[in-house]
């Protein structure tokens, strides 16, 4: 924050504040994501089709602009595959913690870190969507998870069977 001090210029100013116009755009795309998201709250619009959802709310906020993406994983997954796919991203994601969570006790130092990139991962989602830079490697957290949970065997009868679940589903 005192980088932004006295510098109306500078690059990290916009990160701190919501009174820019990024800022308040992106307030209004979440906020059209879930008047969108009421049409077709169970499944969603499809997998690419955010921009059906999303034209003819903002086609009334803002002439011109077109947008595919709310900028928020959660919301985005909510429109493309609806409640379903919003609870299937969620059992992920609780399913992840909670195997990292047993490993505390006896691996205190992956734990942690796991559950910082599980945190970074959500964080980040809040604001951003998924690119392959991101993808990449949350689904090398994913698999890596899914071995720690069957003790190093990939899909072996110990794996944790809420991520084994949700793992399968998605």
Sequence with gaps: VFLTRGQEGSPFARLFTLS???ASARLRLW???????????LTGYGENNIRLALDPYVSAL???ERYDSTHNIFLDTLLAHG???LAALGWLLVA???VWWKRRAYDPASSAVAVGFLTAYAVQGLFLFDTLVVLLPWFMF???SVAQAG??????TGTHPALRRAVMLL
């Design 96 to 98: 992840v913690f909670g």
């Design 83 to 85: 409640v379903i796919g």
């Design 142 to 144: 994913i698999a890596y």
């Design 31 to 41: 906020r059209v994501g879930l008047l969108a998201s009421r049409e077709r709250w």
């Design 20 to 22: 820019d116009s990024g």
């Design 151 to 156: 003790g190093g065997e990939l899909m072996s």
């Design 62 to 64: 803002s002439a011109g």
